[in-house]
C-alpha cells in the first residue's frame, strides 16, 4: 500500500505565503500522479493541482492558476504546494492525493490514495 502524509499548514494572512508538503511512502512505485484537492466548509472536495510524476507535467484549477505552484522531489517522494497571493476562499482542509495512472487527474474519486489532510486559513 502507500501512505501520504501532508504537513504544512496554518494560519496566513490574506496575501501571504505557504508551502505545504506530501510525503509518499510504502509502495510509491505504484504512484504515476500526484495531485491536492481542498474541501472548504459546505462544499464539495475540489482539485487544485495535480503533477505527472514522470515527467514533471503541472495542472491547476483555474481559481489558482498563478498563485500556486506544485512541484516533486523524486529523492524524497514528495511533492510540494506553493502557495502564494492568498485569499480568504483559499481557506480549506487540503489533502494530498496519489493515483497509478495519469488521465483524470482532475476527479478526485479517480485517486487511488489520500493523506489525512491539513487546514489552512486565510484571515484578513
Known amino acids: 500500500q502507500v501512505q501520504l502524509v501532508e504537513s504544512g499548514g496554518g494560519l496566513v494572512q490574506t496575501g501571504g505565503s505557504l508551502r505545504l508538503s506530501c510525503t509518499a511512502s510504502?509502495?510509491?512505485?505504484?504512484?504515476?500522479?500526484m495531485g491536492w484537492f481542498r474541501q472548504a466548509p459546505g462544499k464539495e472536495r475540489e482539485f487544485v493541482a495535480a503533477?505527472?510524476?514522470?515527467?514533471?507535467?503541472?495542472y491547476y484549477a483555474d481559481s489558482v492558476k498563478g498563485r500556486f505552484t506544485i512541484s516533486r522531489d523524486n529523492a524524497k517522494n514528495t511533492v510540494y504546494l506553493q502557495m502564494n497571493s492568498l485569499k480568504r476562499e483559499d481557506t480549506a482542509v487540503y489533502y494530498c492525493?496519489?493515483?497509478?495512472?495519469?488521465?483524470?487527474?482532475?476527479?478526485?474519486?479517480?485517486?487511488?490514495?489520500w493523506g489525512q489532510g491539513t487546514q489552512v486559513t486565510v484571515s484578513s
Open positions: 503533477i505527472i510524476w514522470s515527467d514533471g507535467s503541472t
Open positions: 510504502g509502495r510509491t512505485f505504484r504512484i504515476n500522479a
Open positions: 492525493a496519489a493515483k497509478s495512472g495519469v488521465l483524470n487527474l482532475l476527479n478526485r474519486s479517480r485517486y487511488d490514495y
